[in-house]
Nanobody
Framework: QVQLVESGGGLVQAGGSLRLSCVAS????????MGWFRQAPGKEREFVAA???????YYTDSVKGRFTISRDNAKNTVYLQMNSLKPEDTAVYHC????????????????????WGQGTQVTVAS
């Protein structure tokens, strides 16, 4: 069983920055694919970013150039640095873990992840 705990959300003005963190339990974190997903009110959950065990990263088009996903395997932590935030980035952000091999297609699918955190609220004011 893997437990995920997110932190770092909050209220920020448009154009501002936040860094989300997700700490995972488990002794083989370095082998996990990790993803960030978000869900805005009244909308379906959507893929934001992912990082594979080999450090390859992937982003949805709307955040490319603004968000950066990274991981620190020594701390069992994955980060999402969010810059130039926009009101449309407002959502609950969840991290997810997939402790198995992952392809480029798989890491973008929420249904392919086995473990999820509770989420952290990000609100961007205009």
């Amino acid at each position: 069983q893997v437990q995920l705990v997110e932190s770092g959300g909050g209220l920020v003005q448009a154009g501002g920055s936040l860094r989300l963190s997700c700490v995972a339990s488990g002794r083989t974190f370095s082998s996990y694919a990790m993803g960030w997903f978000r869900q805005a009110p009244g909308k379906e959950r959507e893929f934001v970013a992912a990082i594979r065990s080999g450090l390859s990263t992937y982003y949805t088009d709307s955040v490319k150039g603004r968000f950066t996903i990274s991981r620190d395997n020594a701390k069992n932590t994955v980060y999402l640095q969010m810059n130039s935030l926009k009101p449309e980035d407002t959502a609950v952000y969840h991290c997810a873990a997939r402790p198995k091999g992952s392809t480029i297609v798989v890491v973008k699918r929420g249904g392919e992840y086995d473990y999820w955190g509770q989420g952290t609220q990000v609100t961007v004011a205009s």
